[in-house]
């Protein structure tokens, strides 16, 4: 992959430009992150040695090299899935709970998200606040067909200085789970200057540094996220484009939500505590392969936490699931198994007579898919992505 970003060995904090320490390194990951149609034939190569370095002054952590031309294909063409309605809504319900709590819904004039999937939510934003306009920027061209569908304006496009020259300004200005793919951080508060009107607020969602290194996870630690933000290093980002911390949490699926806006003052967030994730994640990966070693699997989740942990283990499972049927009957890039709904895959194991398997819920939406497991008639052995097993905990 080619070096679009920052210098080997010397590699300058794109958001403070101090100097960067290694962080992160892993060997052999996948490329693509979603599944693909059963006969979409990609070429090679399917996986990567990827690294992250951090900086001591904000708490900031990126991938120093890149391959640009390779994310915005990705990005257009092999994104995430749309699902229907009322699927996969964790994120979504947090944030808006968020929004409603700050009152930041209220009565609106003109809405605008960067990076709207399936626009579900700024419908649903636009209904809530009365807004003469609602529009979206989504570069996806699968996602941005159902977001039109919807009523919605969507341009087809990145965000930047460039696309956002001609559109209306808006009061209310969000972007969920985009921050942490931007190339050029310039060009995108270069757009939100021409974009958000004076008065606007700006909300800002993305993993969390703080809480997934606290807990050595990898997942925000994939190829598309180019940065991952503590709270420190996004307060840190937006004030140097003027937009000045309100308000910062983080839910329990470990998602930063900032709210910002033009003007004051503001209390610099904590750094995290970043010491010892290789050592962690080399833990976990050791710890997964030996609680699933010989085992016959199930994964449910066709997505980065099913791919990813796949490539930990060494093996696909027996059985790939996921409750989203658009991803029924795909597979994964350089991967042979095709995913198969949750029904057939435990009509399988049933006929089978089985009791051997173990289902791993990869997945960041536990929450919801672990009550339909069970509604289902589940009743083996159920673990999440990190081995944590999952019977008797408090989901359902």
Not at 32 to 55: E, N, R
Not at 66 to 90: C, K, M, N, W
Not at 137 to 160: I, K, S, T, Y
Not at 194 to 220: F, K, N, Y
Request: net charge negative.
């Amino acid at each position: 992959m080619s070096a679009i970003c920052g210098q080997p060995g010397a590699p300058g904090c794109p958001v403070c430009e101090q100097r960067g320490d290694p962080l992160l390194t892993l060997q052999a990951q996948p490329i693509y992150q979603h599944p693909v149609p059963a006969d979409v034939v990609v070429p090679a190569p399917h996986t990567v040695d990827l690294s992250w370095v951090s900086c001591a002054a904000c708490g900031h952590a990126w991938q120093p090299r890149f391959d640009r031309s390779l994310l915005e294909v990705i990005y257009r063409s092999h994104y995430y899935t749309p699902a229907p309605d009322g699927l996969a809504v964790q994120f979504r319900n947090d944030f808006m709970a968020l929004l409603l709590r700050l009152g930041l819904v209220g009565q609106r004039r003109v809405l605008l998200e960067i990076g709207a999937s399936d626009g579900e939510l700024l419908a649903d934003i636009k209904n809530r606040s009365a807004a003469d306009c609602a529009y979206a920027f989504e570069p996806n061209a699968d996602n941005a067909a159902v977001a039109r569908r919807r009523g919605l304006d969507v341009l087809q496009e990145f965000f930047g200085r460039k696309t956002a020259q001609a559109v209306e300004r808006a009061d209310l200005v969000y972007a969920r789970h985009v921050i942490e793919h931007v190339f050029d951080f310039e060009d995108f508060f270069d757009g939100l200057q021409m974009a958000a009107a004076d008065s606007a607020d700006l909300v800002l969602e993305t993993p969390s540094l703080d809480h997934h290194a606290d807990r050595g996870s990898i997942a925000p630690f994939h190829i598309e996220h180019i940065h991952v933000f503590s709270a420190r290093s996004l307060a840190k980002l937006a004030s140097t484009y003027g937009w000045v911390l309100r308000h910062a949490e983080v839910t329990s699926a470990g998602n930063l939500i900032a709210w910002f806006r033009r003007g004051g003052s503001t209390v610099e967030p904590r750094k995290p505590a970043l010491s010892g994730l290789q050592e962690s994640v080399a833990a976990r990966h050791v710890r997964l392969r030996t609680l699933l070693a010989g085992r016959r699997l199930i994964f449910w989740g066709a997505g980065s936490a099913g791919v990813t942990l796949a490539g930990t283990i060494g093996r696909e499972p027996e059985l790939w699931t996921d409750g989203n049927p658009a991803k029924v009957g795909k597979r994964f890039v350089g991967l042979a198994s095709r995913i198969v709904a949750p029904e057939s895959a435990f009509a399988m194991v049933r006929a089978q007579n089985s009791d051997g398997y173990v289902l791993v819920i990869a997945s960041s939406f536990v929450e919801e898919i672990l009550p339909v497991v069970r509604s289902l008639g589940w009743d083996g052995e159920i673990f999440d992505a990190d081995g944590i097993h999952l019977q008797g905990a408090a989901y359902a």
